[in-house]
């Protein structure tokens, strides 16, 4: 037999991770097309891709967990904010619905020219509704629109005074289709969709018009509203936070636990499987088959797999606690899904190959963080540091973000005292998730055409078969494997690269 079969690869027990190891290609009898990505986050979740992103204050926020959630991937929102804060981000997933605007910014008639200008700066859009209150739950009573204000010199002038009256709206329950021939014909530039009391539920944007497109992939609850994951620690006032995160509508909660197993979580799935019996809830992150059996026998629906493999993460280093992602994740995998338990392999996720791995080792998901950190989903702005575009990226024990309430999930008690398990630093623009995932997508078909499998199924199927062989690779060959040999070169920037569509070979 050539290569090694799986359990051969892990008996030696070593903190093997996704760099020591390559699969061996098997057939191709398949397009690349035929290739379906389709598996279970949960127990109960299914998900179109392998994909979702860290509970992480600078990753996951409304904007990528509705653009995830779109494109077949599910986004977790970090809870390094106020329970208000976490539940509304919720809410404004929940009341996502493709080219419309739910949460449009709106000003009030005594407010001025200025404020109009400062959203338009801030935010770079005009068409800016007036509400009797100022806010979303008051009347519609005008809109201000770059042509109302373009001459106006008098930046203290209240909006009453110029904005339009004469108002073309739509009554809520109206579709895309019928939203889109209002503006076509009335030729205005914003559509206010309102409830019978005359109050905004949504603004219809001529300027989406052409970008308005389907998301076949999107997953969506029963509601047909996007899902959407959420994320608190095992402190019992977070019962409260639970409380507002189900009332917000979230699909699925995940216990943020650097090391999940501890009594501390069992109370807490416990607890939330009894106050929410239709929840699912996803204990973690543990790297051990004990740990995993502990944390399904308190009730888990998924398990989250990663000591120490993130990009940010020095716990390895500060604790010596922790595994090698890719034998944590082959052990763990190896009695959760005899459990019919589904793993996410959490961090440590560089590019598509490390993705593979991760599922070729048994994993159903991946869940990533510096990948999506760059992109313009993320929360926080661009900086340029020689001549080159960045975010900021943060673990959620870096002191930094300990200091704005992250380390929750590390057990930090003592103020005064803080030992960090991560850092802050920066990540290069990927541009938008938008093409980021597609990319992600295309390439991980490829790389099952390559494995010779076609889904999730058969290639776990071939996992715990034996026919899916492996090898170590030596340190030069994973020289070898890397870009060697060039006097200089490119990267592929992932996000703003064209997807292909057609299929490699094979
Ligand atoms: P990445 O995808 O390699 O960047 O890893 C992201 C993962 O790192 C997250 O999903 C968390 O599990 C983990 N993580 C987040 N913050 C920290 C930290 O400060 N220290 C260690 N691990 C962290």
Not at 16 to 31: A, E, K, R, S, W
Not at 139 to 147: A, F, S
Request: with cysteine; charged share 25%; net charge negative.
């Amino acid at each position: 037999m050539d290569g090694v079969t799986g359990s051969e690869l892990f008996k030696a027990r070593q903190s093997l991770t996704y760099d020591d190891i390559i699969i061996l290609p098997g057939h191709i009898d398949f397009g690349v097309q035929d290739v379906s990505l389709k598996t279970k986050l949960t127990r109960e979740i299914e998900l179109s891709y392998p994909f979702t992103s860290s509970p992480m204050d600078t990753v996951t926020e409304a904007e990528m967990a509705i653009h995830l959630a779109l494109l077949g991937g599910l986004g977790f929102v970090h809870y390094n904010n106020s329970i208000e804060e976490q539940s509304e981000i919720i809410r404004v997933v929940k009341r996502f619905e493709n080219g419309f605007i739910t949460d449009p910014k709106v000003l009030g008639p005594d407010q001025t020219v200025s404020d109009i200008h400062a959203i338009r700066e801030k935010h770079g859009f005009s068409g800016i509704p007036i509400t009797d209150t100022g806010d979303l739950a008051g009347k519609v009573v005008g809109i201000v629109t770059n042509r109302d204000i373009d001459f106006e010199t008098d930046l203290d002038r209240p909006l009453r005074e110029v904005m339009t009256t004469d108002l073309v709206t739509a009554p809520k329950g109206v579709t895309l289709i019928e939203a889109n021939q209002i503006i076509r014909e009335s030729k205005k530039g914003k559509l206010p969709i309102l409830d019978e009391q005359g109050r905004l539920c949504a603004l219809v944007s001529r300027h989406d018009l052409l970008k308005n497109r389907d998301y076949p992939d999107a997953v969506k609850s029963n509601t047909k509203q996007l899902m959407v994951g959420a994320a608190l620690s095992t402190r019992t006032d977070d019962r409260e936070r639970l409380e507002a995160l189900v009332d917000a509508g979230v699909d699925v909660i995940v216990i943020d636990s650097a090391q999940g197993d501890s009594t501390f979580q069992y109370e807490m799935i416990k607890h939330a499987k009894a106050a929410f019996p239709d929840l699912q809830v996803i204990g973690g992150n543990v790297v051990t088959q004990n740990q995993c059996a502990n944390l399904i026998r308190a009730g888990a629906d998924a398990i989250r797999i990663g000591m120490g493999p993130g990009s940010i993460c020095i716990t390895q280093e500060t604790m010596a606690v922790g595994r090698g992602q890719a034998a944590a994740v082959y052990h763990c995998a190896l009695h959760c899904n005899e459990q019919g338990v589904p793993i996410i392999a959490d961090g440590g996720i560089s590019d598509i190959g490390d993705i593979v791995k991760a599922i070729a080792f048994g994993a159903s998901t991946v869940m990533m963080g510096s990948m999506f950190a760059g992109t313009s989903e993320s929360p926080g702005e661009y900086y340029y540091q020689n001549g080159v575009r960045l975010k900021r990226y943060r673990g959620m024990a870096s002191i930094e973000a300990m200091e704005a309430g992250g380390g929750k999930r590390y057990f930090v008690e003592q103020k005064s005292v803080r030992v960090a398990q991560g850092v802050s630093g920066y990540v290069v623009d990927k541009g938008s998730v938008m093409s980021l995932v597609p990319y992600l997508a295309q390439g991980l078909r490829h790389s099952f055409q390559d494995m010779g499998v076609i889904d999730m199924a058969q290639l776990h199927e071939r996992l715990y078969n034996d026919s899916l062989h492996f090898e170590l690779r030596s340190h030069s060959a994973q020289t070898e494997g890397g870009i060697h040999g060039l006097y200089s070169y490119e990267r592929p920037n992932y996000g703003q690269r064209e997807t292909p569509s057609e299929p490699r070979r094979g």
